[in-house]
């Protein structure tokens, strides 16, 4: 490890055990009691829409906020009652707080001097360097762009070899590009230090990009938690089905339930599904959704129909619009078995286009059955895809 | 193309005549504050200071003799006022900072919904003339009057007596009556600016420092002071400049041992009608006045100030 990467005491990082913390505000409950172990050294991501708890969840770790039930343990210890300036956590704030009043040098010395570190100026200096930095030490912060302003941001809290970083929404106040940038750099710094990172955010690719672990949380609850792949191909729940990405839901009746695959009807057609991923106990007679991700539906004109292989989905359908993106074209198609809803998506990778698919053609859309995914049919079909995603652009 | 060629000569024409009447706008709105300046600020400061240097006699007339020396009699005569009135001034204004700056910090981070109410306390005694409650301090501090009574049975008369900010178990007539009533009246001053830069900081600020190890203390220490700043200096200033001029609270309160300099100038303009002294006194108190005010600014830091 290099001399700049910190190494003291809690260099490595330890796990954050949750048990049972919860947060009521009056009659509101912003958190309701929540387990959640976050391993050592991991990147972990709260993703959800605004006022789902997230912030509050990482607020009370940072022991901004007091939780109403439950305890916060940090590697074992439990910090539950300790005010923020004793726990060994430090936070990157949304709107970075830096002090107007300091320059760059001394926003980033504070913790240190506040703990009494004598000569501050070397770690300041490696500091500032592995944050690309180091040659802005005398600015002021109101000098600075939004990008230097937030790597100024985690360089104060990291300078202090925090057990676990907090991160509230960092990237929030970023343009895309710059977004884009800061999460690559992030990432980066995490390995780099092996320190935990617990991260909030409400944009789902970035959770995705950066993150080990998602926890996806809504209305005060945790719905999902996972690597981020298995978040996106296996969702739990509709809200998470649909909050992460884009999922098409189709409600659909068990029709036989006896082998691997559950034998389904959605509206006049018959559809597969493994029936390991059905995440509800299927019966004969139940009815549960299917879910399919767009990019997993092929597209073919319905005059082409035999070249389709068995063994696939088929759902019938009519092209209602398209629209060219670049590296993909993303159609809406109305089809029988898309009920309620707008119709359903298909985004088709632009390698070979076929003219024909236009808005108005009568297309086939079919997709293996293994990329599918059941879920519960007692739930909101739309959920996640109507959430508020707070002010910042995503 | 060849039909749209001439349209853009006529924009090209009118486009800085607009913008030559628009530049001349902010000096129009100028106008009125500068005339209103030069009436009522230039011109009687010009008459001061030619008075200053003149000589004579209210009989004979007032002549420009170009007599410096009043400034040198004057000072040499007064010194005594002079320094007393920066002491108790500097006094005052560093009442009103401990008294003020806690209320400021209580209204801007504490106070919640009833910080519209406490605010409008705190200017409610705008609505009472200056002079009333002055005198309405030398009822409270009368020798019969409750304050020293109860003052006088908790044997704090004694302490001050003792101290020499009293004099023989009585408030009024004291340098210890007049300092409070300074410091009463001038006190709105010193917590407004205060509130106003108290209450622009950030919370998240706070919870940054308290993030990074700093506990309260420190974090008002390092943090909210040194933001509140801008607020101090304004309400310092705002504070000490009246306060170093007034006349009103020494009159009213005070005896003549406690005569401030602007009790000299008034008796000098009204009673003793001798007009170059009591103008060379307001130009020395006003030159005092600057520099002392200059030398603070450069200490204080006046960058975030301004």
Not at chain 2, 82 to 103: D, M, N
Not at chain 2, 271 to 298: E, H, K
Request: aromatic fraction near 8%; hydrophobic fraction near 45%; include cysteine.
């Amino acid at each position: 490890m290099t001399a700049t990467a910190p190494s003291g005491p809690g260099g490595s990082g330890t796990d954050v055990r949750l048990a049972g913390i919860s947060k009521r505000y009056g009659a509101f409950t912003a958190v309701h009691p929540l387990d959640l172990t976050v391993p050592a050294g991991s990147f972990f991501a709260l993703l959800g829409a605004s006022g789902c708890g997230k912030t509050t969840t990482l607020r009370m770790i940072a022991g901004l906020e007091t939780p109403t039930t439950g305890s916060v343990v940090l590697a074992g210890r439990d910090v539950t009652a300790l005010p923020p300036y004793k726990r060994p956590v430090n936070t990157v704030f949304q709107s970075y707080a830096l002090f107007p009043h300091l320059d760059i040098h001394e926003n980033v010395a504070f913790g240190l001097r506040r703990r009494g570190v004598k000569s501050v100026r070397k770690q300041v200096g490696e500091m500032l360097d592995l944050v690309q930095l180091g040659d802005l030490a005398r600015r002021r912060p109101h000098e600075l762009s939004g990008g230097q302003q937030q790597r100024v941001a985690v360089a104060r809290a990291l300078i202090n070899h925090p057990q676990v970083l907090l991160l509230d929404e960092p990237l929030g106040a970023l343009d895309l590009k710059l977004r884009r940038q800061m999460q690559l750099e992030l990432k980066r710094i995490q390995t780099e230090v092996g320190i935990t990172f617990v991260h909030v955010t409400h944009d789902q690719e970035e959770a995705m990009t950066m993150a080990d672990t998602v926890a996806v949380m809504n209305a005060g609850r945790v719905e999902q938690l996972g690597a981020p792949a298995d978040l996106y191909e296996t969702p739990r729940t509709t809200f998470v089905a649909n909050f992460l990405g884009t999922s098409n839901l189709i409600t659909a009746d068990v029709l036989d339930a006896s082998g691997d695959d559950l034998v389904l009807r959605a509206a006049d057609g018959k559809l597969a599904l493994p029936a390991a991923r059905c995440q509800v106990p299927a019966r004969a007679g139940d009815k549960i959704l299917v879910g399919i991700r767009p990019e997993k539906i092929a597209l073919t004109h319905a005059d082409d129909a035999e070249t389709v292989p068995d063994g696939r989905n088929r759902v019938r359908g009519r092209i209602s619009s398209a629209s060219f993106i670049g590296v993909s074209t993303q159609y809406l198609v109305d089809a029988p078995v898309a009920t309620g809803t707008a119709g359903l998506s298909v985004y088709a990778q632009n390698v070979e286009r076929d003219p024909r698919l236009v808005p108005g053609a009568e297309v086939l859309l079919h997709w293996n059955p293994g990329h599918g995914f059941g879920l519960d049919a007692a739930q909101r079909i739309e959920a996640g895809t109507d959430v508020d995603l707070g002010e910042a652009p995503s | 193309m060849t039909t749209a060629a001439p349209a853009p000569a006529p924009v090209r024409e009118t486009a800085p005549a607009r913008s030559r009447s628009a530049r001349r706008v902010p000096y129009r709105l100028l106008l009125p504050g500068i005339l209103w300046l030069l009436l009522f600020f230039v011109a009687p400061l010009v008459y001061q200071a030619s008075t200053s240097v003149q000589t004579g006699s209210l009989e004979d007339g007032f002549r420009v003799t170009w007599h410096f020396a009043t400034y040198w009699d004057a000072l040499s005569t007064y010194w005594p006022q002079f320094l007393r009135s920066i002491g108790y001034a500097a006094v005052a204004t560093a009442l009103c900072l401990l008294l003020g700056y806690p209320l400021a910090y209580l209204i801007a981070f504490r106070a919640g919904r009833w910080r519209t109410l406490l605010m409008v306390l705190v200017i409610a005694p705008f609505f009472t003339s200056f002079l009333i409650r002055t005198l309405a301090w030398k009822t409270i501090l009368s020798d019969g009057g409750p304050v020293v009574g109860a003052l006088d049975s908790l044997h704090v008369l004694g302490l001050t007596d003792a101290l020499g900010v009293t004099e023989g178990h009585r408030l009024l007539a004291t340098p210890l009556a007049v300092v409070c009533g300074l410091t009463y009246n001038f006190l709105p001053f010193m917590i407004l600016p205060l509130y106003t830069s108290l209450e622009r900081i950030d919370g998240r600020l706070h919870e940054a420092a308290g993030d990074l190890y700093a506990g309260p203390l420190t974090t008002f220490r390092r943090v909210t002071f040194p933001l509140s700043m801008p607020g101090v200096v304004a309400g310092t200033l705002l504070t000490f400049i009246p306060a170093a001029g007034d006349y009103i609270n020494a009159e009213l309160l005070g005896s003549p041992d406690q005569k401030m300099i602007g009790n000299v100038v008034q008796s000098q303009f009204l009673r003793v009608l001798d007009y170059p002294t009591a103008a060379a006194l307001s130009f020395l108190l006003m030159a005092v006045i600057l520099g002392m005010v200059t030398v603070y600014l450069r200490r204080a830091g006046t960058e975030d100030v301004v």
